[in-house]
């Protein structure tokens, strides 16, 4: 199994087990004029928590109000 990210934990993340709701911001940074938001999460697996880097494509206008209440996720 090859990921398409670069990871150094020994589990490969499959997104039908990653929930938005047990995932939080860890942060928000500019990197060679790049935009990245750093996420953490549990590992379905092991449980360990990860951060996960994500570079930011886009931005758009939401409705959603801030913070997130858990009825969005239902
Ligand atoms: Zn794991």
């Known amino acids: 199994m090859s990921a398409a990210y ?3 934990h020994e589990h490969e993340l499959a ?3 990653l ?3 047990d995932a939080d911001v860890l942060d928000i940074y500019e990197r060679d004029g790049s935009l990245y938001v750093e ?3 549990v590992c379905p ?3 360990e928590t990860l951060a996960l880097t994500a ?3 886009s931005a758009r206008e939401t409705e959603v109000d801030l913070p997130i209440d858990d009825d969005y996720y239902d």
């Open 39 to 41: 996420v953490a999460t």
């Open 45 to 47: 697996e092991c449980s």
């Open 15 to 17: 997104a039908e087990y």
């Open 55 to 57: 570079p930011v494509e």
């Open 6 to 8: 670069a990871s150094d």
């Open 19 to 21: 929930y938005p709701a």
